[in-house]
């Protein structure tokens, strides 16, 4: 936590001044309620906001290790063949270039309200930079290593998973790292086109009742559980790296 010491303090100073200069009514407080009041509605709601807050967790996590398996086996095609490889890398960077907003509505009309377009819409956001750092990766594996596989007659896979895989994870956390980072706001965004339930829905309704104090706090467990999901992934991080470095593999 030391090294984020002068993160929090930053932020704590941007927090005061926020309180200040909003108590000194250089703005109007239903424009732009001080953090006092955000926390204040965040916690006398909190009995109605928990509901929608698991909705979006719900959606999030399972739409995130859904694009976390996709994203791995794509790295693997990417990486078998460079005719896979020129077939669809292509196709991923042409997928980025569609807006997953555009894509949302098309995603209800099929799908309905339920939870599946929201988690399909979670998968959007998260899948790309997993796959593409997975496979970049698996590219980057030292020339020496592969030469030392090939000369034991190793097969492809056995020289993936005990050797190009590990090697690789730093790559591969860090497509995780952004998604993770993604993952939240994608379920949001699928909230807000339609659904019965979650963090996007009590938005729009904290929105049309004019509850701008509500709105900041959706925001602020927005952003803490986006964190948790982050902290999950570098927790996992540490302890497949380690693992892998005490294994002795030749990274």
Same mark, same amino acid.
């Given at each position: 936590?030391?090294? !984020?010491?002068?993160?929090?303090?930053?932020?704590?100073?941007?927090?005061?001044?926020?309180?200040? !200069?909003?108590?000194?009514?250089?703005?109007?407080?239903?424009?732009?309620? *001080? @953090?006092?009041?955000? %926390?204040?509605?965040? %916690?006398?709601?909190?009995? =109605?906001?928990? @509901?929608?807050?698991?909705?979006? /967790?719900?959606?999030?996590?399972?739409?995130?290790?859904?694009?976390?398996?996709?994203?791995?086996?794509?790295?693997?095609?990417?990486?078998?063949?460079?005719?896979? =490889?020129?077939?669809?890398?292509?196709?991923?960077?042409?997928?980025?270039?569609?807006?997953?907003?555009?894509?949302? *509505?098309?995603?209800?009309?099929? %799908?309905?309200?339920?939870?599946?377009?929201?988690?399909?819409?979670?998968?959007? !956001?998260?899948?790309?930079?997993?796959?593409?750092?997975?496979?970049?990766?698996? +590219?980057?594996?030292?020339?020496?290593?592969?030469?030392?596989?090939?000369?034991?007659?190793?097969?492809?896979?056995?020289?993936?998973?005990?050797?190009?895989? @590990?090697?690789? /994870?730093?790559?591969?956390?860090?497509?995780?790292?952004?998604?993770?980072?993604?993952?939240?706001?994608?379920?949001?965004?699928?909230?807000?086109?339609?659904?019965?339930?979650? /963090?996007?829905?009590?938005?729009?309704?904290?929105?049309? +009742?004019?509850?701008?104090?509500?709105?900041?706090?959706?925001?602020?467990?927005?952003?803490?559980?986006?964190?948790?999901?982050?902290?999950?992934?570098?927790?996992?991080?540490?302890?497949?790296?380690?693992?892998?470095?005490?294994?002795? =593999?030749?990274?």
């Amino acid at each position: 936590m030391k090294k !984020y010491k002068s993160s929090f303090i930053l932020i704590i100073v941007l927090l005061v001044f926020w309180e200040i !200069y909003v108590r000194a009514g250089f703005i109007n407080v239903r424009i732009l309620p *001080p @953090p006092s009041l955000i %926390f204040q509605a965040l %916690f006398s709601h909190w009995n =109605n906001l928990l @509901p929608h807050v698991l909705q979006t /967790l719900l959606e999030t996590v399972i739409g995130f290790l859904i694009a976390a398996i996709l994203g791995f086996v794509t790295a693997i095609l990417l990486d078998i063949s460079p005719k896979i =490889n020129k077939t669809i890398y292509p196709l991923l960077i042409i997928s980025q270039t569609i807006p997953i907003i555009a894509l949302a *509505p098309l995603l209800l009309l099929w %799908f309905g309200f339920g939870i599946l377009p929201k988690i399909i819409i979670v998968v959007l !956001y998260c899948y790309f930079p997993i796959a593409i750092t997975g496979a970049g990766g698996l +590219s980057q594996t030292k020339k020496q290593f592969m030469k030392l596989l090939t000369s034991m007659n190793a097969t492809y896979w056995q020289g993936l998973f005990l050797v190009r895989f @590990p090697s690789s /994870l730093p790559s591969f956390f860090s497509g995780l790292k952004i998604a993770a980072t993604y993952s939240v706001a994608g379920a949001i965004v699928g909230e807000f086109v339609g659904a019965y339930q979650g /963090l996007g829905v009590y938005m729009q309704q904290a929105a049309n +009742s004019f509850s701008v104090a509500l709105v900041f706090a959706s925001i602020f467990v927005t952003v803490l559980l986006s964190f948790m999901i982050l902290k999950a992934v570098m927790i996992l991080e540490n302890l497949f790296t380690c693992h892998s470095r005490e294994g002795g =593999n030749p990274d």
